[in-house]
């Protein structure tokens, strides 16, 4: 059982302010508790920004070179703990242990490494004429996590932060809530400042809240739902702070005539039901040539009904979602899928065999039309729907077709179409034939968001801009 009911604050672990309010953690594979948290107030939000407002004014003014020793520490404490760390991700959101160890840690890892890279090359000053342009940190941050990739989230966030001279309250999802607690202790082993970087856990419509409407607080980086991004942007308006959001998506993945169908057809499959579905940017609609359908649906049924399911520290290729109101929301949208006459080629309602116990939801396959719920809606989750076009302008026309514009893929062999594809794509990010990118920028068109996060684009986030005009004499 974990205990983690303190938070972190100015340097400090803390009690809660206001008489301990807890709750507790599910392991969504037992559907047991395995722990508890304590639930933070405002109370404990102004206690944490006086204390990062307070550590700015040193922090801010730190040299580059400070902050890398600063980052390399931590990057050696993060390797040190990274099994621990990975083994908690397992635990709060029910990843398989090789994917929690493995790819959730290695993101962390690997923003933290990128982070190092670009503060060593990254330009803060330019002088153009007579005017000198700095790029200054813009203050106390509020930075808000979900649960379904919780290293990948809090590390994009708080390295820029940290590199750029920032200072930080980090509210972690409350579903998932042990990774953070360690990383905060990362930190703090690592030798972070008191104030520079604070941790409180608990509600969103709590802390989420206070921090967005807190008149000391410069900046809100957010990722999560869409519905809770507008309401964020909304809060933040009155005290006019600089809001990123990064939020959810309907990513299509177009695979083209020309290639070996079956084999992008059957990763294609095979990726949307990995971290059980729960991406944002998982080519959640799958794009195929109407003409060779039959093929497409006999890849992609072998493929959904190959995922092995369950315990995730066994040796399965797919856990259980998150929990039990993620596991009812999906089975509205498999049922939802199946009144709505979409053809089910794989999965379907229910825990799989064998599985009565967990929030484990079958890797499901629809055939459908991109005018379904279950094509239109982020369902988050193993369901993918597969949409056949007519040719390249139709499949385009249907992937532009959503109101999120997050990820996007495209397979074939023909480099040069894959490439004309993905200019007219109106998404952030795309894929092309896979490939993986730690300094590509990463965000949302639409209602997928407005932040970019990684990279040199994620310290922007972080970044103000001062123009000092008579630098030089004219
Ligand atoms: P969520 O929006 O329910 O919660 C995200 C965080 O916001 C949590 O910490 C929550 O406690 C907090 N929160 C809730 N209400 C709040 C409020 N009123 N004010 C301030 N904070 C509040 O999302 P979730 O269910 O944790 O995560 C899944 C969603 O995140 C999906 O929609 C997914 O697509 C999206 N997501 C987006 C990206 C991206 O980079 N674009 C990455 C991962 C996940």
Redesign the pocket.
């Known amino acids: 059982m974990r205990n983690y009911t303190q938070f972190y604050i100015d340097g400090q672990w803390t009690d809660p302010v206001a008489p301990a309010r807890t709750a507790e953690v599910i392991n969504p594979a037992t559907e047991e508790v395995s722990g508890q948290i304590s639930l933070g107030s405002s109370a404990d939000v102004d206690k944490a920004v006086a204390a990062a407002r307070r550590a700015f004014a040193g922090y801010s003014q730190t040299s580059v070179k400070e902050r890398l020793d600063l980052l390399e520490t931590i990057q050696a404490e993060y390797e040190r703990r990274e099994r621990e760390l990975g083994e908690a991700i397992t635990e709060e959101m029910g990843a398989p242990l090789s994917l929690g160890c493995g790819f959730h840690t290695l993101l962390g890892k690997g923003h933290l490494g990128t982070a190092i890279e670009v503060l060593k090359a990254f330009k803060f000053e330019e002088e153009r004429g007579v005017t000198l342009i700095r790029k200054e940190p813009i203050g106390v941050c509020g930075l808000?996590?979900?649960?379904?990739?919780p290293m990948?989230?809090t590390c994009?966030k708080i390295f820029p932060a940290l590199a750029t001279g920032c200072t930080m309250i980090l509210?972690?999802?409350?579903?998932?809530p042990y990774s953070a607690q360690l990383l905060a202790e990362i930190l703090h082993d690592s030798g972070v400042p008191a104030g520079v970087f604070n941790m409180i856990q608990?509600?969103?419509?709590e802390?989420?809240?206070a921090?967005?409407t807190h008149e000391d607080v410069d900046m809100?980086s957010?990722?999560?739902?869409?519905?809770?991004?507008v309401?964020?942007q909304k809060?933040a308006a009155d005290t006019v702070k600089r809001v990123g959001?990064?939020?959810?998506?309907k990513s299509a993945w177009i695979v083209l005539d020309d290639s070996d169908l079956g084999a992008n057809v059957a990763a294609a499959t095979a990726g949307m039901m990995g971290n059980s579905g729960?991406?944002?940017?998982a080519g959640s609609r799958l794009l195929v040539p109407s003409s060779r359908m039959d093929e497409v649906k006999a890849a992609a049924a072998e493929a959904a009904n190959g995922v092995t399911v369950g315990d995730p520290t066994g040796n399965f290729a797919m856990g259980p979602v998150?929990s039990k109101s993620?596991y009812n929301i999906i089975q509205q949208y498999i049922e939802k899928g199946i009144e709505e006459g979409a053809e089910l080629i794989a999965g379907g309602p229910g825990r799989p065999e064998g599985l009565d116990k967990g929030w484990y939801v079958k890797p499901t396959v629809f055939v459908g039309t991109n005018d379904m719920v279950i094509a239109r809606e982020?369902i988050?989750g193993p369901v993918l729907v597969i949409i056949g076009y007519d040719d390249l302008d139709h499949a385009v026309e249907i992937a532009n077709d959503s109101i999120f514009g997050?990820g996007g893929y495209v397979s074939g062999q023909d480099l040069e179409t894959c490439r004309e594809v993905s200019r007219k794509m109106r998404t952030g990010a795309i894929w092309v034939n896979g490939g993986f990118d730690f300094h590509a920028p990463?965000?949302?068109y639409k209602r997928?968001?407005n932040?970019r996060?990684w990279g040199d684009y994620g310290f922007e986030e972080y970044l103000e801009t001062k123009a000092v005009i008579g630098w030089n004499p004219a």
Not at 144 to 149: C, E
Not at 171 to 176: D, E, G, M, V
Not at 202 to 205: A, N, Q
Request: charged residues 10%; hydrophobic residues 30%.
């Open positions: 808000i996590t979900p649960w379904n990739w990948n989230q994009v509210k972690p999802p409350q579903l998932a608990g509600k969103g419509s802390i989420g809240t921090l967005t809100i957010f990722t999560g739902s869409e519905p809770v991004g309401q964020i809060d959001l990064e939020l959810g998506g729960q991406t944002c940017s998150v993620q982020e988050f997050l990463f965000g949302g997928s968001g932040g996060e």
